[in-house]
């Protein structure tokens, strides 16, 4: 019975009347989830744009690639959610046309996997070689050296970028329109891991998520259009309600969330 109600409070993302601001639900640990209406920019149970909170304390960031025992063959983010024991899993970036290759510069666990820097704008890293950096942060390349961040962290995932800290839209107005994945930072060091089924321009996307009550700083494009997916791997998500996007597309590449201290 307690199962029962568990996930009854996760299908209901709860408002108060007349407001925008979503009931995070809680789903333990510093790990929470709300779903939006995109086209309203509120909270809404049946919304088109979920976000996954991830406090960076208690909960990881792990970057996932295939081995070539695996013939490098990608895989659903459901299946890498499977494999290696995550709790949720989104596109790491863009890749390159023999569906391997990141598109940018891309270090794993201290490992240089590609050391191609182009002109994007956002740098993802998390593991930091001082444990008195914060763990997670996302750094603009015109503010901050990549050289200098691959130097302090272990994990570097560089992306194009959609807001520059603090909180600035970089995109102009466009026709082009897809679905999204991003990764974001909040004001309190917190990643999100943002998927939205709806199609909007990467300026309108953008307008969005900063008026949402998410309290971001700076985001990155991950994906888009039909490759864009996101999955929660929790006991007590219904995955039928979840707007995951394609979440059977193979991707060569993901970003992971797991936890950090295991019990």
């Known amino acids: 019975m307690q199962r029962s109600w ?26 929470e989830m709300a779903r939006f209406d995109s086209g309203l920019r509120t909270a809404n149970i049946k919304g088109d744009l979920i976000v996954l909170r991830v406090d960076t304390e208690n909960w990881g960031l792990r970057c996932f690639i295939p081995e070539e025992s695996d013939g490098y063959k990608g ?13 949720a899993a989104i596109n790491l970036g863009m890749f390159q046309a023999d569906n ?41 390349l015109d503010e901050t050296n990549l ?44 990643a999100l891991l943002i998927y939205c089924d709806r199609r909007w321009s990467m300026h309108e996307f953008n307008e969005i ?11 990155q494009h991950l994906e888009g259009r039909m490759q864009a997916s996101l999955w929660i791997n929790h006991p007590d998500v219904e995955k039928s309600d979840i707007p995951g996007g394609n979440v059977q597309a193979t991707l060569p590449n993901i970003l992971g969330v797991t936890k950090r201290h295991p019990h």
Do not use: M
């Not at 302090?152 to 909180?167: P, T």
């Open 209 to 219: 998520v900063l008026t949402l009550p998410l309290g971001i700083v700076a985001a």
């Open 100 to 140: 391997i290759t990141h598109v940018g510069y891309l270090k794993i666990d201290g490992k240089v996997i590609n050391s191609f820097r182009n002109d994007y704008l956002s740098a993802a890293a998390f593991g930091p070689i001082d444990p008195a950096e914060p763990y997670f942060k996302l750094f603009d």
């Open 6 to 31: 568990i996930g009854l409070a996760l299908v209901l993302v709860l408002v108060w009347p007349g407001s925008g601001f979503a009931q995070w639900v809680n789903l333990g640990d510093g790990l």
């Open 75 to 87: 895989r659903s983010t459901k299946r890498w959610c499977e494999l290696g024991n995550l709790i």
């Open 147 to 190: 050289g200098e961040i691959s130097a302090r962290y272990r994990n570097v995932v560089q992306n194009l970028r959609l807001v520059k800290h603090a909180g600035e839209n970089r995109w102009q107005s466009s026709d082009s329109r897809w679905q999204e994945a991003a990764l974001a930072e909040d004001y309190n060091g917190r």
